[in-house]
């Protein structure tokens, strides 16, 4: 029993000390990273000076060719803009303006949803408080809605703040993360969102026929933030466009609910501003090279999404991950040595709206489905579909790329990586962590983290990992609102995510062999 014990510790310990991170190189790296730091010139450009880059929209283009020049300039190679096939409309708002005229006057905080129609001028009516949640709620409610100004959710109950809205991970919130949670086995969560997605069909549809002249919905948050992004319009021609559909603000539309609720009329007036763009109808990704040396054939990729929602400037969402892996590969190239392998940068179109980009990207170069057998399922896309999502059929580039590596989790310091279920890949992870404990990077963990374009490589069956960021202020206060600006980025924090990446992306494009794999998904 004894000996058993003693070779079952000997195995142990030669499998976890299988990697010996190339410490100079980490040395330089963080040199680099922490004294010449580039990263919030990048994100101060994405963010101020291009702004929001809602899919298909001219400033996505505009960012699309920002980061290709800017990748040159950083001296990658083979720097381009990829087309991922067919997006549909573009689609931009310049403002949103609403006011309520009576029982009292008050400039109210509101913004457009995106693929909302414009309302060609400004709009002036009661407003007509009206639940529609539901295929039947549309039903009675026919021929009673024509021209009104409809508010469509029952007020929300706000209630205090009870925590800061910054949150870090400490020791004891790392090591439960780190403890494996079993996976849901099931596509309860798809087979809602695929509910919701028929109803705000049937919403635009029924908003239309019936003439309404503007929908309006309550954002989440409070305190002067609310949650912005698409209305019940879309970028597909094919669907029904809507009427216009603003968000506004919890607070303002709280107190028009209770006015309506107490018999008071309610007059609005609403002026949202808003173009489609049918000139391009493809979407795109940018990509660049630094080129290997011996095994040049071979890749290891890393990216971030580069496309945002429209109602501020992107920042936390994602221009904080593509400004960390622009940081990474810039570092990487700036130590003046070729990596074994080649690395590849790619910043995705998309994201947003189902891993378009990168599910794109993917299919192009490593493996694509064949259509679904059910007809039904053959009408969605891959992340869509329930019970058929087509087999799986490797191309040739599928052996050569090593992993990818994803950041978007916001602003946060990187505190560690998702294995994404991959036992043979943690304790080589935890090994090129080594290092980087003294930064707050020092937990991997088992689970599968889901969401993000990682997935669009994992679901291929290539090695594809998401890095663990401490929380800051995502949830609470950026992640798809209005507040989603440069000022929520932290400088420290965003140095430390691009040395850890860089580290990551290095140790990856050097070590003797491609990272290991999990079995082909069923």
Not at 295 to 323: C, F, P, R, Y
Not at 333 to 357: H, M, V, Y
Not at 412 to 421: F, L, N, T
Request: glycine fraction near 8%; aromatic fraction near 8%.
């Amino acid at each position: 029993m004894k000996l058993r014990t003693v070779i079952f510790s000997l195995f142990l310990a030669a499998a976890l000390a299988a990697e010996q991170p190339d410490l100079q190189i980490v040395t330089r790296i963080r040199a680099e990273g922490f004294r010449n730091s580039k990263v919030m010139e990048i994100a101060e450009a994405l963010t101020d000076q291009i702004g929001a880059r809602v899919t298909g929209s001219p400033n996505m283009k505009k960012a699309n060719e920002w980061t290709r020049d800017k990748l040159t300039e950083f001296g990658l190679t083979n720097a381009h803009l990829e087309s991922w096939g067919p997006f549909g409309r573009g689609w931009t708002s310049d403002y949103c303006v609403v006011r309520m005229l009576a029982p009292d006057t008050q400039q109210l905080y509101a913004a457009g949803l995106a693929w909302s129609p414009p309302t060609n001028g400004p709009v002036r009516g009661i407003v007509k408080k009206v639940k529609l949640e539901t295929k039947e709620d549309l039903e009675k409610n026919k021929g009673k809605l024509a021209g009104a100004i409809v508010m469509i959710n029952d007020a929300r109950e706000l209630k205090p703040q009870d925590k800061a809205a910054l949150e870090r991970y400490d020791d004891a919130e790392l090591e439960k993360l780190a403890a494996y949670e079993v996976p849901q086995l099931n596509d309860t969560r798809r087979r809602e969102a695929q509910t919701r997605r028929e109803f705000r069909r049937a919403l635009a549809q029924f908003a239309m026929d019936e003439k309404i002249a503007v929908l309006i919905q309550v954002g989440r948050g409070d305190g002067g933030t609310f949650n912005v992004q698409q209305g019940f319009g879309s970028w597909n021609p094919e669907e029904p466009q809507g009427v216009p559909t603003i968000a506004l603000a919890p607070e303002h539309y709280d107190r028009i609910a209770r006015l309506i609720d107490a018999k008071k009329n309610v007059e609005l007036e609403v002026d949202l501003h808003a173009q489609f763009y049918d000139q391009d109808k493809d979407g795109y990704n940018t990509v660049a090279e630094i080129p290997g040396t011996d095994k040049k054939g071979e890749i290891v990729m890393l990216g971030a999404h580069l496309d945002s929602w429209q109602s501020a400037t992107g920042a936390t969402d994602n221009a904080a991950g593509v400004a960390a892996m622009m940081e990474a590969v810039r570092i990487i190239k700036a130590l003046g040595i070729a990596p074994r392998r080649t690395i590849r940068i790619a910043l995705w179109s998309g994201e947003e709206q189902g891993l378009f980009g990168s599910r794109g990207y993917v299919a192009e170069h490593f493996a694509s489905r064949t259509t679904p057998k059910d007809p039904e399922q053959a009408k969605l896309p891959l992340g869509q579909r329930t019970t058929d999502k087509g087999e799986l059929v490797l191309k040739p580039d599928h052996a050569k790329i090593s992993a990818y590596f994803n950041l978007d989790n916001g602003t946060g310091k990187v505190r560690g990586i998702y294995a994404q279920e991959n036992a043979a890949v943690a304790p080589i992870f935890a090994d090129w962590l080594l290092p980087l404990h003294d930064l707050g990077a020092t937990a991997v963990t088992m689970r599968n983290t889901m969401s993000t374009d990682h997935i669009s490589f994992d679901e291929a069956g290539i090695p594809g990992f998401q890095f663990i960021q401490d929380e800051i202020e995502y949830s609470t206060r950026t992640h798809h609102t209005n507040w989603d600006t440069y000022e929520r980025l932290q400088r420290d924090d965003l140095m430390q995510a691009a040395v850890v990446a860089a580290t990551f992306v290095w140790e990856a494009a050097n070590r003797a062999e491609m990272l290991p794999r999990k079995p082909l998904p069923k």
